[in-house]
């Protein structure tokens, strides 16, 4: 049989230029070919097709695939998510059985003596077999079920005082209704879990792609047993119903550990619960992955790269402003330097760093924080967010005093930092001294590539949204020929997106913006000067991501004032 490395050089599937560093080892190991998919020199698709070549079996994609109910039923989810397979049609009296690893004869061992009948394989990419797993076999069905036989039991009136006692037959059902809950938003890739209780019912929402999608709600008599297990797990006082508490959780999913920040709020018809799910294999680290335009991109690294000075970022809540600050932190960050971080609550882990969680009760406030950490001999301070005049001051004072200090403000655009700071009563002389560069950004929904349609507009309509006002000496390099709109598919579960991109307006504090600051200029005047050096608008930066077809005109509006 052919190994890989022969596989791919075969159907021309391998880079002429990581034939060498493949040759040097051994071409059958399977783990070399593994490593050049991780590293980004092959695609995972290139590497399933390979699979399928070797093993001389039919590679199918799934995301259009009409899978068979009767075939699915017949092997139970636990298997199929466990062997990492999926049965999709019976052929011949055969089980067709999608793999990622073709050579996997426990799985096929498995599958055989489940479906009672013989199991014919076929390859599938690893990515897309996992997305089909997650659609054909969600929490919703079962949620219902559980949510229907709760209330039949009327369970929550014994179970909402039991506590933590999981291996009470009471709790068992809020147990798995809860896990699946959690589950489910994970799998679906949503950022928040929205549990809030109505007159009637309690009704479940997930944010999913910066948008809330309404999920199964249940019933009423629930609810008292969902929101104490939600408070045992995030270690809260359960019997405190009058204020809001916040806390603290984890869970195992798919083999990884995920951290959920969770929030409770009393309201008239009960205590709502926010759950933040800070799921770090989702975070890019990689600053070329977030979507900066390349004049953009070489405006932010220019002050990034100074030894001194401070960086805002800046946003609604929700905006990215956290992945866009780690993301910087993780490429400046070196052996040789000591990066010290304040914020509240640390959301992302992040080894070689140290992360300061603020700890207002005992006295530790961001204030009090950053002095003691300044005494700590950093080169690089991240500042989770600057909330008032003694924050800012002390910020300011390390920005001024040989420290790179990144942090976050809550503002419209760019321009407003400025004011904001000195209406904070920092000195505009000091702001303009210590402040190098402002990002404000909002997230927009990513079009999903399998299904986005060319979107066909009137020169009138175009001009009427000063499309073409985007500045032609930063066009982007391989601006698409047509602009696209959302259509819906499987794939993005009829949507029309798929994940987010950040839009970004990036200005460079320079010495005539440094002027207009000291002189206590507005922020309309500011951001024309700024504009006039070289500054994209928000807007425009959204243009042209419509134009390189990664998002559409409706998305931009919809994000962008």
């Known amino acids: 049989m052919a190994t890989l490395t022969e596989i791919l050089i075969l159907h021309g599937l391998l880079p002429i230029e990581v034939l060498d560093t493949l040759m040097a080892g051994d071409p059958a190991d399977e783990g070399a070919v593994r490593r050049l998919v ?8 290139q590497f399933a097709r390979a699979r399928a070549a070797q093993a001389n079996l039919p590679f199918v994609e799934l995301f259009d695939y009409t899978i068979d109910p009767v075939a699915l039923a017949l092997v139970s989810p636990g298997v199929c998510r466990r062997h990492e397979v999926l049965p999709i049609a019976i052929v011949g009296g055969e089980l067709v059985l999608a793999m990622v690893n073709p050579g996997n004869v426990v799985a096929l061992d498995d599958v055989r003596e489940s479906a009672k009948m013989r199991v014919t394989a076929v390859v599938a990419e690893r990515s897309d077999l996992l997305a089909a797993l997650a659609r054909v076999h969600r929490a919703d069905n079962e949620l219902s079920n559980l949510t229907t ?7 929550p009136a014994r179970g909402a005082t039991i506590g ?10 809020i147990v798995r209704f809860v896990n699946l809950l959690v589950s489910q938003a994970i799998q679906d890739k949503a950022s928040d879990i929205h ?35 939600l408070k045992i797990m995030a270690d809260v006082d359960i019997a405190e119903r009058r204020k809001p508490q916040d806390g603290r959780m984890s869970v195992s999913h798919g083999g990884r550990t995920i951290d959920l920040r969770v929030a409770t709020l009393p309201t008239v018809w009960g205590e709502k619960v926010v759950m933040r799910i800070l799921d770090n294999s989702t975070t890019s680290m990689n600053l070329k992955d977030l979507n900066l335009l390349e004049h953009n991109f070489a405006a932010y690294r220019t002050a990034y790269s100074k030894p001194y000075g401070m960086i805002l970022v800046t946003g609604p809540t929700g905006s990215g402003k956290s992945t866009t600050l780690y993301t910087t932190l993780n490429s400046v960050a070196r052996p040789e330097i000591n990066v010290i971080t304040v914020e509240d609550p ?9 992360q300061v969680q603020v700890n207002p009760k005992a006295g530790l406030t961001f204030a009090s924080a950053l002095r003691a950490i300044l005494r700590s ?11 008032d005049h003694e924050t800012a001051q002390i910020a300011i004072e390390a920005a001024l005093t040989g420290h790179l200090v990144l942090t976050t403000l809550h503002t419209n655009d760019a321009p407003s930092a400025i004011t904001r700071l000195t209406e904070m009563g920092i000195e505009p002389f ?13 997230l927009a929904r990513r079009l999903c590539d399998r299904c986005k349609l060319p979107d066909v507009r009137s020169t009138d309509e175009l001009a009427y949204l000063n499309f073409d006002a985007y500045p032609d000496r930063f066009a982007p390099v391989g601006v698409a020929a047509v602009i696209y709109k959302a259509a819906g598919c499987m ?25 207009l600051c000291v002189a206590r200029a507005s922020s309309a005047a500011i951001a024309l000067a700024a504009r006039q050096q070289g500054m994209i608008g928000l807007r425009d930066d959204g243009w042209a991501k419509v134009r390189l077809g990664l998002t559409s005109i409706e998305e931009i509006l919809r994000v962008v004032a």
């Open 38 to 45: 991780d590293s980004g020199a092959i695609s995972e698709i």
């Open 149 to 155: 036989t709760l209330e039949e039991e009327n369970a």
């Open 164 to 173: 933590a006692a999981e291996s009470n037959v009471d709790t068992a059902p």
């Open 195 to 229: 549990i809030e209780p109505g007159e009637n019912h309690l009704r479940v929402r997930y944010r999913i792609d910066g948008v809330l999608h309404e999920m199964p709600s249940a019933p009423k008599s629930i609810q008292n047993g969902v929101i104490s297990r």
């Open 346 to 354: 640390v959301e992302y882990r992040m080894a070689g760093i140290n």
């Open 377 to 387: 001999d950093p080169d690089v301070v991240l500042l989770g967010e600057v909330r």
């Open 430 to 442: 000091l702001v303009g001294s210590a402040l190098d560069c402002v990002v404000a950004q909002r």
């Open 491 to 515: 794939n993005c579960s009829h949507t029309g997106y798929r994940g987010r991109l950040a839009i970004h307006e990036v200005m460079t504090v320079t010495e005539e913006i440094e002027r």
